[in-house]
């Protein structure tokens, strides 16, 4: 399996902007498909994962109401709508993909597979 991350760039305080992740290879529909993302000097936080059958989707807590993941099957690709983007939102994107149970889902040091990151800047 291979992603591809892409959509970051600078925007402002409030803009929105839309990160996709292309897949390559066999995704089972038990994979989880998550994002994250790491800010310089922090640790690799939790955004967002959804199951590649679509049945469940998760947030991190301050991404909730803002942030929207989805995924297109058809186009082996799963996407994250980020709205009302704050400065706090600044780093480096990652997607990334497994076969995970759901209680793992916010576990980066279980995923298999990582795309090579996106960066995100908001400025103020």
């Known amino acids: 399996v291979q992603l591809q991350a892409s959509g970051g760039g600078l925007v402002q305080t409030g803009d929105s902007l839309r990160l996709s992740c292309l897949t390559s290879?066999?995704?089972?529909?038990?994979?989880?498909m998550g994002w994250f993302r790491q800010a310089p000097g922090k640790e690799r936080e939790f955004v967002a994962v959804?199951?590649?059958?679509?049945?469940?989707?998760a947030y991190g807590d301050s991404m909730k109401g803002r942030f929207t993941i989805s995924r297109d099957n058809a186009k082996n690709t799963v996407s994250l709508q980020m709205n009302s983007l704050k400065p706090e939102d600044t780093a480096v994107y990652y997607c990334?993909?497994?076969?995970?149970?759901?209680?793992?889902?916010?576990?980066?040091?279980?995923?298999?597979?990582w795309g090579q990151g996106t960066l995100v800047t908001v400025s103020s």
């Open positions: 290879g066999r995704i089972a529909s038990n994979y989880l």
């Open positions: 959804i199951r590649w059958d679509g049945s469940h989707i």
């Open positions: 990334a993909a497994s076969p995970l149970v759901w209680g793992a889902r916010t576990r980066s040091d279980l995923y298999r597979y």
